[in-house]
């Protein structure tokens, strides 16, 4: 017999229909106060959690696609040693050849269709840029993006989006420092890529500088990511007389700038982004006597680097790519970058204590204290908090010798403005 027609039939009838609505009422509310069972979570089953990514696996920034390839591997060896809390990782990984509306397609796609429980390390500013406010308007963590823009630490505005790497315009800001201690009369000339990337480094200069920028910056030149080469904005940028020069480009573009400025015969104080350092990648490529003597910093263990074939947390690297990545060029730093994060949200996910609510899931990022990773630098942690979305926050100055980068001056705190 149905509610209903108790309801109907009699006055006890009525009472007993509304103490079972009450009854069921209750019920109701406190299963609403209580920890959702895993079942009852999106991209989280009794056994499973689906973590989604999107990087470029084709396009103008391709040579990050080791990231993910590495992340994807990552989380297979996790799986084979019993996954998280009884639970196995589904990384779902999609191609968005650094394209904003790709981007913003493949994430819908995770997010709608896969039904993942959130994001994690999905690369590039103008990409991840394309689907903040899409994800955080959804409450989807969108975990530790794979650029250093500036904007990634604005918990106020984005409390489901938290960056990673040291901030692009507090790198710039240490450049401008050091040019204006090594040499106080540069006239300096500044290359980026026309996004919040690239942007963020005219912006962290203009933070030092001040009202001096107009008369120390003698020259800017942007590129699009859909150009062909950047000779011609560096042959503009030597034309303006400048005996310094900024290059805040990724891999491809970074490449080609320090060819470029070799085959100009110009000896500018060469100051490069830090996402375009990998001996594998970038250095040689350009050609390695080419871009001896330029400036970058560093927060990670360089894999060509001598000093740290014995280091305990480069070889646990190193054993990891022998058995789940065998032939891969471990010159290129991004395999290393990789894995070191992921050890970051595997932390995470064990904080999480089985709870892998989205809720929970962001908690448990905002609650880093010196957490491992080891790939970064000796002397750096890596810390979070609720007002606090900027997870590494020093760097330490380094010059190409030639055949690696060379360490220099001591760890700088950045302020992760």
Request: one cysteine or more; hydrophobic letters at 40%.
């Given at each position: 017999?149905?509610?209903q027609t108790i309801h109907e039939s009699t006055t006890d009838g009525r009472r007993a229909a509304r103490s079972v609505f009450a009854a069921l009422l209750l019920t109701a509310l406190a299963a609403g106060s209580a920890p959702a069972?895993?079942?009852?979570?999106?991209?989280?089953?009794?056994?499973?959690?689906?973590?989604?990514?999107?990087?470029?696996?084709?396009?103008?920034?391709?040579?990050?696609?080791?990231?993910?390839?590495?992340?994807?591997?990552?989380?297979?060896?996790?799986?084979?040693?019993?996954?998280?809390?009884?639970?196995?990782?589904?990384?779902?990984?999609?191609?968005?050849?650094?394209?904003?509306?790709?981007?913003?397609?493949?994430?819908?796609?995770?997010?709608?269709?896969?039904?993942?429980?959130?994001?994690?390390?999905?690369?590039?500013?103008?990409?991840?840029?394309?689907?903040?406010?899409?994800?955080?308007?959804?409450?989807?963590?969108?975990?530790?993006?794979?650029?250093?823009?500036?904007?990634?630490?604005?918990?106020?505005?984005?409390?489901?989006?938290?960056?990673?790497?040291?901030?692009?315009?507090?790198?710039?800001?240490?450049?401008?420092?050091?040019?204006?201690?090594?040499?106080?009369?540069?006239?300096?000339?500044?290359?980026?890529?026309?996004?919040?990337?690239?942007?963020?480094?005219?912006?962290?200069?203009?933070?030092?500088?001040?009202?001096?920028?107009?008369?120390?910056?003698?020259?800017?030149?942007?590129?699009?990511?859909?150009?062909?080469?950047?000779?011609?904005?560096?042959?503009?940028?030597?034309?303006?007389?400048?005996?310094?020069?900024?290059?805040?480009?990724?891999?491809?573009?970074?490449?080609?700038?320090?060819?470029?400025?070799?085959?100009?015969?110009?000896?500018?104080?060469?100051?490069?982004?830090?996402?375009?350092?990998?001996?594998?990648?970038?250095?040689?490529?350009?050609?390695?006597?080419?871009?001896?003597?330029?400036?970058?910093?560093?927060?990670?263990?360089?894999?060509?680097?001598p000093v740290f074939k014995d280091d305990p947390g480069m070889n646990e690297w190193r054993a990891f790519m022998a058995k789940y990545m065998p032939g891969a060029d471990l010159t290129d730093a991004n395999h290393a970058f990789a894995y070191g994060v992921s050890m970051v949200m595997w932390q995470v996910?064990?904080?999480?204590?089985?709870?892998?609510?989205?809720?929970?899931?962001?908690?448990?990022?905002?609650?880093?204290?010196?957490?491992?990773?080891?790939?970064?630098?000796?002397?750096?942690?890596?810390?979070?908090?609720?007002?606090?979305?900027?997870?590494?926050?020093?760097?330490?100055?380094?010059?190409?010798?030639?055949?690696?980068?060379?360490?220099?001056?001591?760890?700088?705190?950045?302020?992760?403005?």
């Amino acid at each position: 017999m149905s509610l209903q027609t108790i309801h109907e039939s009699t006055t006890d009838g009525r009472r007993a229909a509304r103490s079972v609505f009450a009854a069921l009422l209750l019920t109701a509310l406190a299963a609403g106060s209580a920890p959702a069972s895993a079942d009852d979570l999106p991209g989280v089953t009794g056994t499973e959690i689906k973590i989604g990514n999107t990087d470029a696996y084709s396009g103008p920034a391709s040579a990050y696609g080791v990231i993910a390839k590495t992340e994807t591997a990552f989380f297979r060896m996790v799986n084979d040693q019993g996954g998280v809390a009884g639970h196995r990782i589904d990384f779902i990984s999609y191609d968005d050849a650094y394209s904003p509306p790709k981007t913003v397609e493949q994430t819908r796609r995770l997010v709608e269709e896969d039904q993942v429980a959130f994001m994690f390390q999905s690369l590039g500013t103008p990409t991840q840029t394309a689907v903040q406010r899409y994800l955080n308007q959804k409450k989807v963590p969108q975990l530790f993006i794979s650029t250093g823009a500036d904007k990634w630490g604005d918990y106020k505005h984005f409390p489901w989006t938290m960056g990673y790497q040291p901030s692009y315009r507090t790198e710039a800001q240490i450049y401008t420092k050091y040019m204006l201690s090594q040499f106080p009369k540069a006239k300096l000339a500044i290359l980026y890529q026309n996004d919040d990337f690239g942007k963020d480094y005219p912006a962290g200069v203009k933070d030092v500088l001040g009202d001096k920028y107009g008369t120390t910056v003698v020259r800017e030149v942007s590129y699009e990511t859909s150009d062909a080469t950047v000779d011609s904005q560096l042959t503009t940028l030597q034309a303006s007389g400048a005996d310094a020069l900024l290059v805040a480009a990724t891999p491809k573009f970074a490449a080609q700038a320090i060819r470029k400025v070799h085959d100009l015969g110009w000896h500018p104080a060469f100051f490069l982004s830090n996402v375009s350092i990998s001996a594998g990648a970038v250095m040689t490529p350009a050609g390695p006597e080419n871009g001896i003597g330029i400036i970058t910093s560093g927060y990670m263990k360089d894999p060509t680097d001598p000093v740290f074939k014995d280091d305990p947390g480069m070889n646990e690297w190193r054993a990891f790519m022998a058995k789940y990545m065998p032939g891969a060029d471990l010159t290129d730093a991004n395999h290393a970058f990789a894995y070191g994060v992921s050890m970051v949200m595997w932390q995470v996910l064990k904080q999480c204590d089985g709870d892998f609510s989205r809720a929970n899931v962001m908690k448990q990022a905002a609650n880093l204290h010196d957490a491992y990773d080891p790939i970064l630098l000796p002397g750096i942690k890596l810390n979070t908090s609720p007002t606090n979305f900027h997870p590494v926050r020093a760097m330490q100055l380094q010059r190409w010798t030639g055949t690696g980068w060379e360490r220099f001056g001591d760890v700088i705190e950045g302020s992760g403005s």
